[in-house]
């Protein structure tokens, strides 16, 4: 019975981070949009979107991989999102987290991309190999400073389970990872850049380039799947960036205000900047960041 | 009916793929479209109301028109506020704009373009060309009449017509998705042959299967 309980947490929990996730969405496209001098879409139209996608008649499929590349995708999302405990204290959205689970939600972070990458690859369009090439070099780059910091807090820490991370920030806000240890929030924030795929890193979904990297491809369910996974892959990472540097949430209204000021950072510099060339990319993230990733570690572990 | 009877009936359904040779013909489908009957009233309103919602045209200009859809992704025209937006894949778009006329070159590639579209699917031919052939109508190398090759849903008139009536012709196209009256791609299926003959017609160097799914 205790399990049954959990697994209706955990389903109130997803769909929450789903809509929530998805508005998001919707919300920066607006700000994207003002920037642009428009009014741009509104907040909704991600759901309308997902509805009208799935909602489509008939549907290509080019083999088994196909198929399992978007639920291999929304997988990985769904993974991220579930072994992190989103609000600090409360029963409903601990979700399944236990010890050690931070090196579990590194893992499933990759584990999308990774899947994607398969199923891409068999819809046979020339750009999709082209996206998933930039997609997984830009991820082994902007990995390097975001484990830097992630072994930095651990070290700091001394833990590996986020509610424990979470638990020791609380009290102060100079408690928080951002003030303990400024320079592991510095190399996750820029590899966060690259995680959201942003300007300059949106190398992968890049619509002028390459007509849309990857699921170019994807048709009907396919993509409202892949669509849906943004909406709670995007807040499951945001929420973990939460609880790592900025401590946490103890109710739903925290939990949106801070996740989305950490979003904003994405958004802002999103706006302001072109895109990158792949190689620029990479080597943006291999040198500063890491740079700042390795001090943040000598910095725990000798200051 | 035995069984030797629908085979080969089954047998003459099947397209031909005649355009491609021959070892290569089996790595094509060779099924035609087929139609698709709408699901159940209220589930079918609330669909059409967000396909007509949420419109995404492909990024494929065709004629001199395809140069008014950059205004409208801009600021200036701003078309993403009513949830219309351009897509670059086929795949993923379900309207496609007719952006002028169109050269026996380029039919090959809208129909293509228009085949590998899932539905359903709408189509827009903007600007006097695509309607009876424009300024260009007794041209050697350009078709005059876009709806003998593929259905149509909406015409915009005017030579270069201006970026406000083509935001007119997408508030047309909303209206009628929403009645149910857009079915260009159960009319493609049902009226299949007629529309591959007149293709075939004009595309000379048909070097490709006879149905792009
Ligand atoms: S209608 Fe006029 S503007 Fe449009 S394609 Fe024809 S000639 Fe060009």
């Known amino acids: 019975m205790d399990i049954m309980i959990k697994i209706l947490y955990a389903v109130i929990s997803v769909i929450v981070a789903t809509v929530y996730g998805l508005t998001l969405g919707g919300v920066v496209q607006k700000i994207y949009a003002r920037v642009h001098g428009r009014f741009g879409p509104p907040v909704w139209q991600p759901f309308i979107d997902i509805i009208k996608t799935h909602g489509k008649r008939v549907s290509i499929s080019h083999g088994i991989m196909f198929y399992l590349g978007p639920v291999f995708r929304f997988a990985g999302g769904l993974g991220t999102y579930l072994f992190i405990p989103v609000i600090y204290g409360s029963v409903v959205f601990a979700n399944f987290s236990m010890a050690g689970d931070l090196l579990l939600v590194m893992y499933f972070i990759f584990f999308g991309q990774l899947g994607m990458a398969l199923g891409a690859g068999e819809g046979g369009h020339p750009y999709s190999p082209l996206g998933i090439a930039r997609g997984l070099s830009q991820m082994s780059t902007f990995e390097l400073p975001f484990s830097l910091a992630v072994i930095a807090v651990a070290i700091q820490y001394d833990s590996l389970n986020i509610t424990t991370i979470v638990a020791a920030q609380q009290g102060s806000i100079l408690n928080w990872t951002l003030f303990t240890n400024p320079f592991a929030v510095i190399a996750a924030m820029i590899s966060l850049l690259g995680m959201n795929m942003h300007s300059p890193f949106s190398l992968v979904l890049a619509p002028q380039e390459i007509p849309i990297g990857p699921p170019v491809e994807m048709n009907s369910s396919f993509l409202a799947i892949l669509q849906t996974n943004r909406g709670l892959f995007t807040a499951a990472k945001l929420v973990l960036f939460m609880n790592l540097f900025f401590g946490g949430a103890t109710n739903l209204l925290i939990m949106i205000v801070k996740t989305f000021f950490i979003y904003l950072v994405s958004v802002i510099v999103g706006a302001a900047f072109p895109r990158f060339r792949p190689e620029q990319s990479f080597r943006f993230f291999l040198k500063w960041p890491t740079i700042i990733g390795i001090i943040s570690i000598i910095f725990i572990v000798y200051f | ?213």
């Open chain 2, 1 to 213: 009916m035995d069984k030797k009877n629908i085979k080969k009936i089954e047998k003459e359904m099947k397209l031909a793929n005649e355009g491609l040779p021959e070892k290569e013909r089996s790595l094509f489908s060779d099924v035609r479209p087929t139609s698709v009957t709408p699901l159940n009233k209220y589930l079918e309103k609330f669909l059409n109301w967000a396909r007509a919602e949420s419109l995404w045209f492909l990024g494929f200009g065709t004629g001199c028109g395809a140069i008014e859809l950059r205004p409208l992704m801009t600021s200036r025209y701003d078309v993403f506020r009513y949830g219309i937006a351009p897509r670059p894949t086929p795949r993923q778009s379900s309207v496609f704009i007719i952006g002028g006329y169109a050269s026996m070159k380029t039919v090959k590639r809208i129909v293509r373009s228009y085949e590998q579209m899932q539905g359903p699917k709408f189509v827009i031919a903007l600007g006097s060309c695509t309607i009876n052939g424009g300024m260009y109508y007794d041209s050697y190398n350009t078709i005059n009449r876009i709806d003998h090759y593929i259905p149509v849903d909406v015409y915009i008139a005017g030579c270069m017509p201006r970026p406000e009536s083509l935001i007119a012709g997408f508030n047309k196209l909303k209206e009628k998705i929403k009645a149910g009256e857009c079915d260009g791609m159960n009319k493609y299926a049902e009226n299949f042959d007629w529309y591959k003959k007149n293709q075939k017609r004009v595309i000379k160097d048909w070097n490709m299967p006879d149905f792009n799914w």
